[in-house]
């Protein structure tokens, strides 16, 4: 019986693990050198952090760079590797003992697989956790001015709240505009304006969840469009239960950017977003929770391309295959924001702009696999 992995396999494995690790230690430390590295040094001389937490805010920093550096450095490592291998003329002689393409590649493919594993659990979890690290660490948290709106079955407006400004979980500056049923050529009418200087998400009195204003003024408008009663108070409770929770969510996760939420929970907030009719922004998190699948796939992808480009002859210019390695790289994340915006406006689906990196790096295979005559 055969063993599963041989001498072969091992050699092959080694020799595309050390090449990819070196390349990923080099991609880390020219991204990482330039600014990141700089403004650190700067700010742990300046007084702002001590060494110790200068040292942890780049390290917190590495799983956004791994996320990158993975599909990157396992092209650049099996290039070189098989690179190697075709001008010293071995993959020449594994092909004379008659193992094919694929059986020559299975050793890398198996080193892809666990890669792509790797990049999935770096979206998935560590890049999440790193961002909320480094937060704590700045000690800042963002700020945002949102607006949610209640729409009824038909579509009518029942509802608008406009927050200002939202920091640290309060709420300043708190706008609740109430809707009339009423109509007057296509605008709608409104019976109550509701301000309140700062708010946060609290509960009500009947135990439900609730955003709760305070020193509020509440301005009643009657039918003919004028205020007739102003009155103020100092606390007052709006958009009670569910609806109180959705616009929370949707509030928090608009101040975070996608690298920011685990699967799971932009998962959900892509429901959320639909759910809410928000279609832009659900688009575009659609296409990126689908990219959260299809970019760790690549890895496998850019290691057979890396393969197919490092079968040369003897004699053929190694710089050719690292050009097109390189172009095709630069090629892959500098589409990736073109097609963001493709899917938020609507003008393919989101699967689409997901997969259609893939799809080409797949075309390219296959283009490049035919080239070579293996």
């Known amino acids: 019986m055969k063993k599963f992995f041989t001498i072969y396999d091992k050699y092959i494995f080694g020799q595309v693990l050390t090449t990819t690790l070196v390349a990923i230690l080099l991609f880390t430390i020219v991204w990482i050198a330039p600014e990141m590295l700089l403004d650190t040094i700067k700010d742990v001389l300046q007084g702002d952090y001590s060494a110790k937490t200068g040292i942890l805010k780049l390290f917190y920093e590495l799983p956004k760079i791994f996320g990158k550096a993975f599909p990157v450095g396992l092209l650049l490592g099996t290039l ?5 291998l075709s001008k010293d003329s071995e993959l020449t002689i594994f092909r004379a003992t008659g193992m094919s393409f ?3 590649i299975a050793p890398v493919l198996v080193l892809s697989f666990i890669v792509t594993g790797l990049c999935f659990v770096t979206y998935d979890k560590w890049i999440p956790f790193s961002c909320q690290k480094l937060r704590d660490i700045k000690g800042t948290s ?10 009824d079955e038909s579509n009518h407006p029942m509802q608008a709240v406009v927050v200002s400004r939202f920091h640290n979980g309060v709420m300043n500056n708190v706008v609740v505009l109430n809707f009339s049923r009423q109509v007057f050529n296509d605008l709608h009418g409104l019976s109550n304006i509701v301000v309140g200087a700062y708010g946060h998400k609290g509960i009500s009195k009947d135990g439900k969840p609730c955003w709760i204003l305070n020193d509020v003024v509440s301005y009643n408008i009657n039918e003919e469009g004028i205020f007739h009663q102003i009155s103020k108070q100092k606390e ?14 949707i509030m928090v996760n608009s101040t975070k950017r996608d690298r920011d939420i685990n699967n799971k929970d932009l998962k959900k907030y892509v429901g959320l977003l639909k759910r809410e009719r928000l279609d832009e922004e659900y688009r575009l998190m659609l296409n990126k929770y689908y990219q959260r699948f299809f970019h760790p796939f690549v890895c496998v992808l850019l290691a057979i391309l890396g ?12 710089l050719v295959g690292f050009t097109i390695a390189i172009g ?5 994340y500098i589409t990736l924001p073109f097609f963001d915006l ?6 393919l689906s989101p699967f689409i702009t997901a997969a259609f990196p893939p799809l ?4 390219a295979i296959l283009l490049f696999y035919k080239m070579k005559e293996l």
């Not at 070189?80 to 190697?84: A, E, G, R, S, V």
């Not at 393969?307 to 190694?318: A, D, N, T, V």
């Not at 080409?360 to 075309?363: K, S």
């Open 80 to 84: 070189f590797t098989f690179d190697k």
């Open 307 to 318: 393969c197919l480009l490092g079968f040369s002859k003897p004699r053929e210019q190694r």
């Open 342 to 347: 493709l899917a938020e406006k609507g003008v």
């Open 328 to 332: 095709c790289i630069f090629v892959y």
């Open 142 to 151: 963002p700020l945002t001015q949102f607006i949610y709106s209640k729409k």
């Open 360 to 363: 080409a790096f797949l075309f």
């Open 236 to 249: 007052a409770e709006i958009l009670n239960g569910q609806d109180a929770e959705d616009a929370y969510t």
């Open 102 to 104: 694929k059986r020559i």
